[in-house]
């Protein structure tokens, strides 16, 4: 999604931020590669957006819009302000096969 950058009536920027769907997407990659033994948590989540070149920790509005379409889709659970830890819900759960069986 494109957000425009408005300073007057003069747009100088646009934001890029993903959807709903790339979002649930990266909860899944997010809980299929941290260590199973531990909840998805939001840093999770961020740390492996990192990965593709999306960095969340320079802007605190883009971290409260992450938050925030978290919440509505339903996939964080807790108070806003948790932190790195509030628990992030995934619809789908994999388990990792293990190839030393």
């Not at 997407?25 to 961020?46: A, E, T």
């Not at 070149?53 to 379409?69: P, Q, V, W, Y």
Request: aromatic share 8%; proline share 6%; hydrophobic share 35%.
């Amino acid at each position: 999604m494109l957000l425009p950058e408005k300073r007057g009536n003069q747009i100088i920027a646009y934001k890029v931020f993903p959807q709903p769907l790339m979002i649930k997407l990266f909860c899944f990659l997010s809980n299929y590669s941290k260590d199973s033994n531990k909840p998805l948590v939001l840093q999770n989540i961020v740390d492996h957006f990192t990965i593709y070149g999306i960095d969340f920790t320079t802007s605190n509005e883009a971290r409260k819009h992450l938050i925030s379409k978290l919440m509505q889709q339903g996939l964080l659970h807790g108070a806003k302000d948790a932190g790195n830890n509030a628990p992030i819900s995934t619809p789908v759960k994999l388990k990792k096969n293990d190839s030393s069986q």
